[in-house]
């Protein structure tokens, strides 16, 4: 079960944009699992991939359209990853892009094909091609929620965020899903994210938006430390509301705030589903000399295990904490100046146990569903924030079963 899971806020459509949904029976025979997008033309994508060495076929063909023409078409199956599949995953992919582009009467090259589920395993070629047409057939402005159902895999709920701003007395709309809830350290995006807009806003201005954004959010999160091979994060830019969004101006500022608050919110939601998870961890780091050394002990205390399952127990053993902070590997850490505050109640003080604490403050703070963690370094003014999740006894099953 989600923590504290909010409730999806309705996903309005975005002018330019279509999603048709079916079932192809990927992995069980009536779920829907392929998601076909159609982008207006002249819409602008931006796009950010995995860092995985093995990343999976789908990424690799994504990435060589992108660099070769506008994308038309977007093409996302559930269910199989298409990842560790060598040349013949390579094969299937731009396979599935020239069936897909024939019947749209379009070139194979205007189509992405992005992939999520059991790595090592070949496509079921025939039943994702024999799927198309329905997929094609489905197309409508308001299937967003529908899209994010689809993509699932072992997500529990699904996961989509939404606004419209007031930029140069007009509207424009920012929607988007993500999926995602195992195998979440991404170094780039997250599992697979889609976000679009009818703003009109150029193509280098848009991958510099996309990246922002992604460095303050899905770049920030964690459920395992584990990066995939087939993450993906899109940002579709279709100019449909006529609003243009030039370098430098204010309206494109708000535009960017308006990004970030959207891809932090899908962020946050892939965690509050982490495989297993019972709490939402915020992890705060200030007063480092860079942002990357905070980040850097943010991380060493969220992918500690013997700190994740203490969080799962609600038991308060800050040795762990205190324990992970000075293994992060920063150099010449002055340990008397450091505190470690466990929600408001200060944990670490002048070396050790600050003289204030007590265990029942420290048990107080443990029992709740959100707990904050934050860490003042006080050797500069550089901070970050990350968010991660416990380790349950459900993580340990959900993996161990994920094949059966």
């Known amino acids: 079960m989600a923590v504290a899971y909010p409730a999806v806020p309705r996903l309005h459509p975005v002018a330019g944009i279509r999603i ?56 996302i199956n559930t269910g199989n990853a298409n990842a560790g599949t060598g040349a013949q995953g390579l094969s299937d992919a731009r396979r599935c892009c020239a069936v897909l582009a024939e019947q749209c009467a379009a070139r194979p090259e205007q189509v992405l094909p992005f992939s999520t ?24 402005a308001d299937h967003w929620a529908q899209a994010a159902e689809a993509i699932l895999t072992t997500d529990t709920v699904s996961k989509g965020e939404s606004c419209q701003l007031e930029l140069g007395g007009q509207t424009v709309t920012l929607t988007g899903i993500a999926k995602g809830s195992g195998m979440i350290r991404p170094d ?12 009109l806003i150029e193509p280098a201005l848009l991958q510099e938006l996309l990246q922002r954004s992604v460095d303050h959010s899905f770049n920030r999160i964690t459920v395992d430390g584990d990066t995939s091979t087939n993450d993906a994060c899109l940002l579709m830019a279709t100019g449909r509301s006529g609003v243009s969004l030039p370098r430098g101006s204010a309206e494109l500022e708000q535009f960017s705030r308006a990004l970030i608050t959207l891809m932090q919110g899908l962020a946050q939601r892939i965690v509050r589903d982490g495989e297993g998870a019972t709490k939402l961890i915020t992890i705060e780091v200030e007063g480092g000399q860079s942002e990357q050394e905070c980040a850097q002990v943010a991380y060493t205390i969220a992918h500690s295990p013997l700190v994740k399952t203490a969080l799962f127990a609600s038991d308060p053993n800050w040795g762990r904490i ?3 902070v000075g293994r992060a590997g920063l150099c010449e850490l002055q340990l008397d100046t450091i505190r470690i505050y466990l929600g408001e109640v200060c944990i670490v003080q002048g070396g050790g146990r600050a003289p204030d604490y007590t265990e029942a403050q420290g048990q107080q703070v443990m029992a709740r569903d959100e707990i904050t963690i934050r860490v003042e370094l006080a050797r500069g003014g550089a901070s970050t924030t990350v968010w991660t999740c416990d380790f349950s006894y459900d993580y340990v099953k959900i993996n161990a079963e994920y094949r059966t």
């Open 20 to 75: 048709g949904v079916t079932s192809a029976g990927i992995k069980k025979p009536g779920r829907r699992d392929t998601v076909l997008f159609e982008l207006a033309e002249d819409t602008v994508c931006a796009a950010v991939f995995t860092r995985n060495a093995f990343c999976a076929a789908p990424v690799v063909v994504a990435r060589e359209h992108l660099h070769s023409t506008a994308a038309r078409w977007l093409l």
């Open 117 to 140: 589920g059991v790595i090592g395993e070949p496509l079921p070629m025939d039943r994702l091609l024999a799927a198309l047409p329905a997929a094609q057939a489905d197309l409508a």
């Open 188 to 199: 780039m995006g997250t599992m697979l994210a889609y976000v679009a807009t009818d703003a």
């Open 322 to 324: 205190l324990a992970a």
